[in-house]
């Protein structure tokens, strides 16, 4: 047997050294990376996340606060906290593929079977999931224009086409969604509270739109800011569940549970849903620290109960600051607002960057002149105004006003 080994020259030749001789053998082109993308991978446009507080910290060299996702300022549950320091010495095992008993937790809190619900790393990994397994090129989803941007992304990296629903009032246009629906389409994707804007749609237009969506479409139903709204009229999800209904039912861990970086939510639907759902999910997909902290969380309800107050309050505080100073904001039910400064939102979102202050530019979302911005403590929404305040007086090229009302579907 001859053993060689190779070395590689400037040429592009790979130098081979048998047991007798030296030879040059020319090297195999590399494949363009461009090459062998899917077509449609070149018209995605990546999520961007919010920019992290620490890296803000290092640059300004000074402590900064974030109001850019959405997040609990009160931070965890301590019973969370507790529940993750009792399991730290298990780190080493893989967690409960299925998440049994965290599921189960669940199935009692919403009266639902067991079989009816589906773990995932965020509610936004069973987003992309619903899209692995119903989508393919050729398949069409349906988004509202401006809603949560991982929904059209699930749908792009499938090749599906994609068609767009303009917003009535800043809300959801369910009329118009449903009649977007086409031979091709498959699923559809809706937030309840949406986000960025904070609008809701009741539990009775919901009914009327899925009364008119055929049985072979799944809708999404988005609810990660569920827990913030108070409003009575606003969903009865879970009965649609139960009745065997065409929709995936989505929660979340990352708002008021204020278990973000652990990355944990969870789905409920039909049970044939949700064991085409398993057959394609990523094993080992809640970690087993995300698991017990989701127990726990759950049966926090003073956690749970003072997020709420306090969320309350300060929508109170920062809405009426915000009318008094004469700035336009969407009324929102969730813990987060739409604020239309007329102004570049990018720039603005800069400036406040500079004051200490990080909030989300709304851009990409189809709002050019607004600022997404997470109702945050007391303190913190304090700083908040005053920034805002002085970043309003520094003069900036007046921007158009946000929104659209009319509908239009684009694909």
């Not at 974030?66 to 993750?84: D, M, R, V, W, Y």
């Not at 065997?244 to 008021?256: D, E, M, Q, W």
């Not at 911005?373 to 090229?397: K, S, Y």
């Amino acid at each position: 047997m001859i053993h060689s080994r190779a070395t590689t020259d400037i040429i592009g030749h790979a130098l081979v050294k048998g047991d007798w001789d030296l030879k040059l053998v020319p090297l195999m082109p590399m494949v363009s990376i461009r090459e062998i993308l899917p077509p449609w991978s070149s018209r995605i446009v990546p999520y961007p996340p919010g920019k992290p507080v620490e890296e803000v910290e290092r640059e300004l060299g000074r402590p900064a606060i974030k109001l850019a996702s959405n997040e609990n300022p009160l931070g965890p549950s301590p019973k969370a906290q507790e529940a993750i320091r009792r399991v730290l010495d298990r780190l080493h095992l893989y967690p409960d593929g299925h998440g049994y008993y965290l599921r189960e937790r669940l199935a009692i809190l919403h009266n639902l079977e067991m079989n009816r619900i589906i773990l995932g790393a965020g509610s936004t990994d069973l987003i992309e999931l619903v899209a692995k397994t119903f989508l393919t090129a050729g398949d069409e989803a349906i988004v509202s224009e401006s809603s949560f941007h991982i929904y059209r992304l699930a749908a792009q990296e499938m090749g599906a086409g994609l068609v767009t629903v303009r917003m009535r009032n800043y809300t959801c246009d369910l009329a118009a969604i449903a009649r977007a629906v086409s031979q091709r389409t498959k699923v559809i994707y809706l937030g309840n509270p949406n986000n960025p804007t904070g609008t809701m749609f009741t539990a009775d237009d919901f009914e009327r739109f899925l009364d008119a969506i055929p049985s072979r479409v799944l809708v999404v139903l988005d609810e990660a800011y569920h827990e913030y709204v108070r409003r009575p009229d606003y969903s009865r999800s879970l009965d649609l569940v139960r009745a065997g209904r065409n929709v995936l039912v989505l929660r979340t861990f990352s708002k008021v549970y204020g278990l973000a970086g652990l990355r944990l939510g969870y789905g409920m639907g039909h049970p044939d849903l949700i064991e085409a759902l398993n057959r394609v999910r990523s094993p080992f997909n809640a970690s087993s620290v995300a698991q017990v902290a989701g127990r726990a969380a759950l049966d926090d309800s003073e956690h749970v109960e003072r997020s709420l107050a306090l969320n309350a309050r300060e929508m109170k505080f920062v809405t009426e600051e915000l009318t008094i100073a004469g700035i336009r904001y969407i009324p929102s039910v969730a813990n987060f607002l739409l604020i239309d400064t007329g102004r570049d939102c990018e720039e603005d979102f800069i400036r406040l960057l500079h004051e200490g202050v990080i909030v989300r530019p709304m851009k990409l979302y189809g709002f050019p002149t607004a600022i997404r911005v997470t109702l945050g403590t007391h303190a913190d929404n304090e700083v908040f105004l005053e920034a805002l305040q002085r970043v309003m007086n520094i003069p900036a090229a007046v921007g158009s006003a946000t929104g659209g009302a009319a509908e239009t579907v684009q694909t």
